[in-house]
């Protein structure tokens, strides 16, 4: 996959279901990065607005990041071959009160 998708491509998901668009959760972790994740929109990465991979930490977290989106509809995709950093800006996760927040691996902790 080699273009990508945007947030926005994202949110055209819900707000337009009568188009079959498919919404794949991509395991993207290895090593000490186990448990993190990708979203594709119709074969191309998820992207946040600064250009990096939006990657979550944790299935819960990309569940909720669905729901929020308004996505009903996904299904699991290949894992991703390519390294994958959560050191760039673009990692999510849950906090304590299971608000979305940048993840702390991402912002150096």
Same mark, same amino acid.
């Given at each position: ?48 607005? =600064? =250009? ?5 930490h944790g299935m ?35 906090? =304590? ?10 912002a150096g902790s």
């Amino acid at each position: 996959m080699d273009n990508i998708a945007t947030w926005l491509d994202l949110a055209l998901v819900s707000a337009r279901p009568e188009r079959a668009r498919t919404v794949r959760i991509h395991d993207v972790g290895s090593g000490a990065r186990r448990n993190c994740f990708a979203l594709s929109v119709e074969n191309r990465w998820l992207h946040a607005g =600064g =250009g990096e991979l939006t990657v979550f930490h944790g299935m819960s977290t990309v569940l909720h990041f669905l729901k929020l989106a308004g996505v009903r509809a996904f299904e699991p995709g290949l894992p991703r071959r390519e390294p994958v950093s959560c050191g760039g800006g673009a990692c999510l996760c849950l906090d =304590g009160r299971r608000k979305l927040e940048r993840c702390a691996r991402a912002a150096g902790s």
